[in-house]
């Protein structure tokens, strides 16, 4: 099954909803997992089949509560909770004080994911290579970095694509594919170009994969803060051509390390 990690440089470019509307949109099953250091936001923006909130306790806490007893002790779908959207969610650490409780827990959840039996989008958070989050992305089929493509945000990312190139081994066999998606108008039909031509410039090993739509009436839509009719917005049809394209990429990787 593939695993797809969602990151980010610097800033909020818009990772969690990327990641949250391709889930909508994913082809296959598909579970969505929220490993943001930082503290998870997927919790806030989803609800349960009920309608409710989802149990904070149940997800990346209770998960490495069961790692500690040992990696073939556990599996991902014992931490899933369903939801209204029709995916089930691993809820993320409530706050980044609560890290401390996942412990070692962080180099084997990329292995959890790999063997859960759909496939799983990640959502990672912001990514140094100080990151806990960091061996997540060693592990998974797909690495998905979210930019805007301004100024900085192309600055952050080729930095940040430097910093990776030789820990994730870029490039080589059993190495994640690296993607990017500009979070821009949907209407911008130059940007995949530009930035790509920017990163092969640059000699770095990362595919332009297509765009996010900005969208704020969809992004509040995906956030459960406004209702409408979602598969109709500009963010969640972005969405569905990327889904696409990251499964088509899938269905071609050759192993993993
Ligand atoms: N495609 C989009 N169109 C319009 N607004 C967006 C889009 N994506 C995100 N936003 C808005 O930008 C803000 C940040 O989004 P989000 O939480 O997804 O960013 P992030 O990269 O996950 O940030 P962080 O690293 O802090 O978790 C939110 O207010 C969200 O509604
Ligand atoms: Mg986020």
Request: aromatic fraction near 4%; hydrophobic fraction near 45%; proline fraction near 4%.
């Given at each position: 099954m593939t695993t797809v990690a969602v990151a980010s440089a610097k800033g909020s470019?818009?990772?969690?909803?990327?990641?949250l509307a391709l889930a909508t949109q994913w082809p296959r099953p598909v579970a969505l997992a929220d490993v943001d250091p930082a503290g998870g936001d997927v919790v806030w923006r989803v609800r349960g089949l009920?309608?409710?909130p989802l149990d904070l306790d149940r997800g990346m806490l209770s998960l490495g509560?069961?790692?500690r007893?040992?990696?073939s002790e556990t599996t991902l779908a014992e931490h899933l909770q369903d939801t209204a959207f029709g995916f089930p969610v691993l809820t993320g650490v409530p706050t980044p004080e609560q890290l401390a409780g996942i412990g070692?827990?962080?180099?084997?959840?990329g292995e959890v994911f790999n063997r859960h039996e759909a496939d799983v989008i990640v959502d990672c958070g912001r990514i140094s290579l100080s990151s806990p989050s960091l061996p997540v992305l060693h592990k998974a089929d797909v690495v998905l970095l979210v930019v805007r493509p301004d100024l900085e945000g192309t600055a952050h990312l080729?930095?940040?694509l430097r910093a990776l190139q030789g820990t994730l081994r870029l490039g080589q066999a059993g190495a994640?594919?690296?993607?990017?998606?500009?979070?821009?108008?949907?209407?911008?039909t130059r940007v995949t170009d530009d930035l790509q031509r920017l990163l092969d410039h640059e000699g770095l090993a990362a595919r332009v994969a297509g765009v996010v739509a900005h969208d704020e009436k969809g992004a509040r839509m995906?956030?459960?803060?406004?209702?409408?009719?979602?598969?109709?917005?500009?963010?969640?049809?972005?969405a569905r051509d990327l889904a696409k394209h990251l499964t088509d990429l899938s269905r071609h990787q050759t192993g993993r390390s």
């Open positions: 470019p818009g990772a969690t909803i990327a990641a009920d309608g409710g509560a069961g790692l007893r040992g990696v070692g827990a962080w180099t084997h959840l080729r930095h940040l994640p594919q690296v993607c990017v998606v500009a979070v821009t108008s949907y209407r911008d995906l956030s459960s803060t406004l209702a409408g009719n979602l598969a109709r917005s500009l963010l969640v049809r972005s």
